[in-house]
């Protein structure tokens, strides 16, 4: 687990534990609108109150700019999370300042404090070391379970790991299990997915995994950016114009390894209610663009992950937000769904687009963060957690 304390390295009982979880869920008029998240935090939780800890948590919720803004407010998320777990839950109106100081204070052995949205304050994204040291200073030990903001140095995760024992809770090292381990010791043939809109977006990913993997295959709007490297006309399709090059180039050093699409789904107009049909690469008309890999692909792709020993998906295959072009998307999970193999998916969409489909129980992890577990599939090293404590 690239070798960090955990929650089983530490004795907790009696005392303050400070947990940075990543509540950042949606909200719709003021209500959870999507308890990922917060369900994904319970394990940690549950083990922290059964050793008798007192537990001090805190998050950011969406982009409040470093001021309090009410629709940003985690108080919504503090009485959901307390119909999830056996004891109340109390809630602190701010993270900094008298209000938190005394509400951490006045905890007991078995209760849960939530703090206000860290991100109202401009310390936060600044790392900056007063923010780190007043938080630290609530509680005897940090235990960071948010994956979601790994890849970036915050006071709430980064700053405060310099100021207490810092160990990794429970989903955590789940997620490094898999993005780091799984990756890192592959059983082959490992197949990557890799779909979303940009090659830009996946170019570190793609450079990283060409050494690691046997297959990657490439779906979704950044096909049509390897399509046009071919020379292929692409009419109304969306390509990235910068990234050619780089698409030409991938194609060139990658040889077989790169497999992409043999036959698209297009569109008269990007509209659900759009004409569609399918055709083989190349033969888009003008006016028509490509929005969704057609049955051939899916068939192929399905052929090489049935072979498969690990998996890694990250990105649709097509607007799978409109049901006319989300088969492609949905034919691909149903084959990682019944690959034989240590099947790992990152990034929002491809989170639910497996969901969508009914599949998410049928595949080994499903990744609880966007922008880090890509960040993980390009090989960096995230500071949330180079900045926990060594085994």
């Known amino acids: 687990m690239l070798n960090k304390k955990t929650l089983h390295d530490i004795n907790v009982k009696g005392k303050k534990v400070l947990v940075r979880v990543d509540f950042n869920v949606p909200l ?10 917060i369900v994904a935090a319970l394990p940690t939780i549950n083990y922290l109150l059964d050793e008798g800890a007192a537990l001090i948590l805190t998050s950011h919720l969406g982009r409040p700019k470093g ?7 985690l108080a919504p998320v503090a009485e959901y999370l307390a119909g999830l777990v056996s004891v109340p839950v109390k809630f ?5 300042g008298d209000v938190a100081q005394a509400a951490a204070a006045s905890l007991n052995a078995g209760e849960i404090l939530l703090l206000e949205n860290t991100r109202y304050h401009a310390g936060e994204k600044k790392n900056d070391p007063a923010m780190a040291k007043e938080l630290a200073a609530m509680a005897d030990v940090f235990v960071n379970d948010a994956f ?6 915050h006071a709430s995760n980064v700053g405060v790991a310099g100021e207490l024992t810092a160990v990794a809770g429970f989903l955590l090292e789940k997620e490094l299990k ?20 940009k090659v830009s977006d996946k170019i570190g990913v793609i450079t990283n995994l060409l050494d690691k993997t046997d297959k990657i295959l490439i779906g979704g709007g950044m ?3 390897f399509f046009k490297a071919q020379g292929y006309e692409m009419a109304e399709s969306l390509v990235e114009a910068d990234a050619i090059d780089t698409a030409r180039e991938l194609l060139k050093n990658a040889g077989d390894k790169l497999q992409i ?7 008269d107009d990007f509209a659900e209610q759009a004409q569609s049909k399918v055709v083989p690469v190349g033969d888009v008309p003008t006016g028509w663009r490509i929005l969704d890999v057609g049955p051939a692909t899916v068939a192929a792709y399905a052929s090489t992950l049935e072979s498969a020993k690990t998996v890694v998906w990250n990105g649709p295959m097509g607007v799978f937000e409109f049901p006319e072009f989300a088969k492609g998307t949905f034919g691909v999970a149903k084959a990682v769904a019944a690959a034989d193999a240590v099947s790992i998916i990152g990034g929002g969409d491809s989170v639910s687009a497996i969901k969508k489909s009914g599949l998410d129980e049928q595949v080994s992890h499903i990744s609880t963060g966007g922008g880090a577990s890509l960040e993980m599939l390009e090989g960096k090293v995230l500071p949330g957690l180079a900045a926990l404590a060594e085994k």
């Open 178 to 197: 898999y993005l780091g381990d799984s990756i890192a010791n592959a059983e082959s043939p490992f197949v990557a997915i890799l779909g979303g809109a």
């Open 261 to 267: 699409p043999v036959d698209m789904v297009i569109a």
């Open 223 to 225: 096909a049509n950016t």
């Open 148 to 153: 979601g903001t790994a890849h970036r140095a």
């Open 92 to 96: 602190a109106t701010d993270c900094l």
């Open 67 to 73: 001021e309090a803004k009410p629709e940003f407010s």
């Open 28 to 37: 719709k008029d003021g209500e959870v609108a999507d308890d990922t998240r």
